[in-house]
């Protein structure tokens, strides 16, 4: 069994920066690739970046050049650094990660319960 657990949201005006964490805990054999979503009201959830465990990322083409997503698999911790934001980034931010649970199996995935981040006008 896996956990994520995201912090870092919060409100911030337009221009600004915010950094998101998420850790993962419990009991695996490896975490695999890790990624953000976010879900705006009323709109569905969608990619902002994934980033596996050698370091390749990708990104969504509405974040590219202000988002910069990173790892410490030695803390089996993802981040999100996100500059220049813009109203329209508002929305919850949920953290996602493939593991595998035993040296036999991969491609489970997991869920964080999500983190908002609000960002004024």
């Known amino acids: 069994q896996v956990q994520l657990v995201e912090s870092g949201g919060g409100l911030v005006q337009a221009g600004g920066s915010l950094r998101l964490s998420c850790a993962a805990s419990?009991?695996?054999?490896?975490?695999?690739?890790m990624g953000w979503y976010r879900q705006a009201p009323g709109k569905q959830r969608e990619l902002v970046a994934t980033?596996?465990?050698?370091?390749?990322?990708n990104y969504a083409d509405s974040v590219k050049g202000r988002f910069t997503i990173s790892r410490d698999n030695a803390k089996n911790t993802v981040y999100v650094q996100m500059n220049s934001l813009k109203p329209d980034d508002t929305a919850v931010y949920y953290c996602?990660?493939?593991?595998?649970?035993?040296?036999?199996?991969?491609?489970?995935?997991?869920w964080g319960q999500g983190t908002l981040v609000t960002v004024s006008s």
């Open positions: 996602n990660a493939h593991y595998s649970p035993n040296y036999f199996q991969r491609g489970l995935e997991v």
């Open positions: 419990g009991r695996f054999f490896s975490i695999n690739d």
């Open positions: 980033i596996t465990s050698g370091g390749s990322t």
